[in-house]
C-alpha cells in the first residue's frame, strides 16, 4: 500500500512541477530539468518584482502545494525506509550498483514469487526493460522498451543505470562489456541495457538468497550473464 501512494504522489509532484514550468514560461522564465532545478525556479519567480503580483501569489500557492507534496513523500519514504533496514533481501538488493534502498525497497513489494519466473531475463521482460523486435526481411532490429510491466519500478532501475554510466563518465571505474556499450549505443539506450542487467541480477539474488559482491561499480553488473 505504501508503495502505491508513494507512486500517486510521485505523479502528482511530477505533474505539478510541469504545471510549474509550463506557467513561469509564459513570463519568460525557464529552467533545466529535474527536481532540484525546480526551487531555484520558484525563488526566483518570488523574487523578480517585474511579474504582476497575482502572478506570483499563484506561483506562492503552487510552491506551498509542491512543499506539502514533497513532505507527505519525505514521510513515506521514511516508512518504507524502516521498512527496508528491517527486511534481509532488500538490503541485499541495495547493494546492486544502480539500485539503492528505493529500487530495492520496489523489487521486493512489486515482485511477485520471484520462482514464478525461469530466468532473469523473463523478470526482466515482466518488468519492461526488453526491446521490442521489429522484423523485416528476416532480420530482427531493436526498437524501442516495452510498455509492459510497472512503470515505477522500471523507471527507477533505469535511473539507477543512468546514475551509474554518470559515474563511469566521470571517471569511475568500468568493465569491457560496459565501455563497448558506451561506445556503440547513446547513453538513454545504454541506461536501459544496464537497467535490463541490473534486474538479471535482482532476480537472481531474489531466488538463490546471495549476496552481492561488489567488485567496481558497474565491473560485477556487467560480467552477470
Not at 506551498?64 to 538488493?93: F, N, P, T
Not at 530482427?140 to 543505470?161: F, K, N, Q, Y
Not at 569491457?176 to 539474488?205: M, Q, S
Request: with cysteine; glycine share 8%; charged share 25%.
Amino acid at each position: 500500500m505504501l508503495v502505491g501512494v508513494r507512486d500517486r504522489l510521485i505523479r502528482n509532484r511530477t505533474q505539478l512541477a510541469n504545471a510549474i514550468r509550463g506557467y513561469a514560461a509564459e513570463f519568460g522564465l525557464t529552467a533545466a530539468r529535474g527536481k532540484s532545478h525546480l526551487e531555484p525556479l520558484l525563488e526566483r519567480i518570488q523574487a523578480d518584482e517585474s511579474l504582476p503580483a497575482l502572478a506570483r501569489e499563484l506561483f506562492a500557492d503552487r510552491a506551498e502545494e509542491y512543499a506539502r507534496l514533497q513532505g507527505r513523500i519525505d514521510e513515506v519514504d521514511a516508512k518504507l525506509m524502516a521498512w527496508h533496514r528491517a527486511d534481509e533481501c532488500s538490503r541485499r538488493l541495495a547493494k546492486i550498483p544502480g539500485v539503492g534502498p528505493i529500487g530495492a525497497m520496489l523489487l521486493r513489494m512489486k515482485t511477485p514469487e520471484p520462482g514464478l519466473f525461469r530466468s532473469g531475463r523473463q523478470f526482466a521482460a515482466w518488468i519492461g526493460l526488453t526491446p521490442k523486435d521489429h522484423s523485416t526481411a528476416g532480420k530482427a532490429r531493436p526498437g524501442v522498451i516495452t510498455r509492459a510491466g510497472d512503470e515505477g519500478l522500471r523507471s527507477v532501475l533505469v535511473v539507477g543505470a543512468t546514475a551509474v554510466i554518470q559515474h563511469v563518465r566521470r571517471g569511475g571505474m568500468s568493465s569491457p562489456w560496459l565501455t563497448e556499450l558506451l561506445e556503440r549505443k547513446p547513453p538513454k539506450l545504454a541506461a536501459v541495457a544496464l537497467a535490463n542487467k541490473i534486474a538479471r541480477i535482482a532476480w537472481e539474488l531474489m531466488v538463490t538468497g546471495d549476496n552481492y559482491v561488489a567488485k567496481s561499480v558497474p565491473a560485477t553488473v556487467a560480467g552477470t550473464a
